[in-house]
């Protein structure tokens, strides 16, 4: 899809905006302001502007609205042991894919999926994860992704943003 770039440190407010669009999506009500929102500015802040960062992300801009993200897709490059799956060292980790409301079922957030896609490809990651919202699933599995049998546990110490 053209209109797709990669993220630069100005998009670093608009990517925690969507970010708070998406966490109301999926938990139901929006996110109480705090912390969580200062915490991933400063990430943002010091991986955006860093081309050989293990961060990237990559948006779609609002037409007609200078300053404003419509979608984005961030995601990580992750060390981990090889296996008999992947002997690689390097997993893809996809996290806060999001279109505003008001610039869905345009194909930005394919666009976006599809520029980490390759991004992570450059990377040398075979594997990519996700967490997927019943809205993302079928583009996801469009995208190639599919259920794995792990279930997936957290384990959270309470306490806020450094």
Known sequence: MSGVRRA????????????????????????????????ALRTLRRQLPDPDADLAAFVVDAP?????????????VDLRLGGP?????RRGYVFNVVT???????GFSRGCM???????AGQGVRTVELKASP??????????FRPTAAPALRRVVPGGAR
Not at 64 to 76: E, H, L, T
Not at 85 to 89: E, I, M
């Open 8 to 39: 630069s440190v100005d998009d670093a407010r608009e990517l925690v905006r969507l970010r708070a669009v998406m966490l109301s999506a999926v938990g139901g009500a929006p996110p109480e302001p705090g912390g969580w929102q200062h915490s």
């Open 64 to 76: 007609g609205r200078p300053g404003v993200v419509a979608a984005c897709a961030v995601g990580v």
């Open 85 to 89: 799956a992947d002997a690689s060292d």
């Open 100 to 106: 505003d409301p008001a610039y869905r079922r345009r």
């Open 114 to 120: 599809s520029a980490l896609l390759d991004w992570f």
């Open 135 to 144: 809205e993302g699933e079928s583009l996801y599995r469009e995208l190639g």
